[in-house]
T-cell receptor
Framework: EAQVTQNPRYLITVTGKKLTVTCSQN?????MSWYRQDPGLGLRQIYY???????DKGDVPEGYKVSRKEKRNFPLILESPSPNQTSLYFC?????????????FGPGTRLLVL | EDQVTQSPEALRLQEGESSSLNCSYT??????LFWYRQDPGKGPEFLFT???AGEEKEKERLKATLTKKESFLHITAPKPEDSATYLC????????????FGTGTRLLVSP
C-alpha cells in the first residue's frame, strides 16, 4: 500500500530533551516536506526537500533540523524542544507527473513539550 | 505579503443543499493551487491541483475552479460523509515546493 508513515504518533517530552520524528514514504517520491498545524494558524511549512541531500527552509524553520540521506526517509529533529513547539506535525511527499503534482500526507505526530 | 484566505470559516448544510467554498489569494506568481480534505485527527487528503485561470477539476460531488485571484470548491448535493475541513494551499513560482495554506473551512452536512 502506498503510504507515508510517521513515528511516533504521540509524544510527550520535556523542554530541552532532543527528539526525532521519523517519516518514511514507499512511493519513491523525490519531494518531501514537514508541516506543523496549530489552531487558528493552519498548516505551516517547516522544511522541504527536493531530493537526497537537498533541503530548504519553509516558513517556520526555527528550532528544527532535517536531513535527507535516503530518498524514502525525511526525519525531523528537535535539538532542544520548547513548549512553543507543542503542535501536530505532518510529513508529506509529492509525486510530480505530467506537469501535475499530487501530495500525500502522513497520519500526523502529536507532540506535547512540557 | 503572500496570503491565502478561506471563507467561510464554517458552513453547515443540509444533505442535498449545494454550496461553494472560497479560497482567495494574494501571491506574487501562482504556480499551483491545491485543495485538500482533512478529517479530525487525520492528515490532509489530496483532492485537486489547479494551475491556470479557467481550469476546472471534478471528483464525485466536488468541483474546483480557479480564477486569477481565487478558487472555488463547489459541493453538489452533499452527503453527511462530505463533512470535513477543506483546506486550500498555494504554491509560488519562486520556491518550487513552498506551500502557503489557508486556515480551512469546516463543513458539516446534516442528514
Amino acid at each position: 500500500e502506498a503510504q507515508v508513515t510517521q513515528n511516533p504518533r504521540y509524544l510527550i517530552t520535556v523542554t530541552g530533551k532532543k527528539l526525532t520524528v521519523t517519516c518514511s514514504q514507499n512511493m519513491n517520491h523525490e519531494y518531501m516536506s514537514w508541516y506543523r498545524q496549530d489552531p487558528g494558524l493552519g498548516l505551516r511549512q517547516i522544511y522541504y526537500s527536493m531530493n537526497v541531500e537537498v533541503t530548504d527552509k519553509g516558513d517556520v524553520p526555527e528550532g528544527y533540523k532535517v536531513s535527507r540521506k535516503e530518498k524514502r526517509n525525511f526525519p525531523l529533529i528537535l535539538e532542544s524542544p520548547s513548549p512553543n513547539q507543542t503542535s501536530l506535525y505532518f510529513c508529506a511527499s509529492s509525486l510530480h507527473r505530467g506537469g501535475q503534482e499530487t501530495q500525500y500526507f502522513g497520519p500526523g505526530t502529536r507532540l506535547l513539550v512540557l | 505579503e503572500d496570503q491565502v484566505t478561506q471563507s467561510p470559516e464554517a458552513l453547515r448544510l443540509q444533505e442535498g443543499e449545494s454550496s461553494s467554498l472560497n479560497c482567495s489569494y494574494t501571491v506574487s506568481g501562482l504556480r499551483g493551487l491545491f485543495w485538500y480534505r482533512q478529517d479530525p485527527g487525520k492528515g490532509p487528503e489530496f483532492l485537486f491541483t489547479l494551475y491556470s485561470a479557467g481550469e476546472e477539476k471534478e471528483k464525485e460531488r466536488l468541483k474546483a475552479t480557479l480564477t486569477k485571484k481565487e478558487s472555488f470548491l463547489h459541493i453538489t448535493a452533499p452527503k453527511p460523509e462530505d463533512s470535513a475541513t477543506y483546506l486550500c494551499a498555494v504554491q509560488f513560482n519562486t520556491g518550487f515546493q513552498k506551500l502557503v495554506f489557508g486556515t480551512g473551512t469546516r463543513l458539516l452536512v446534516s442528514p
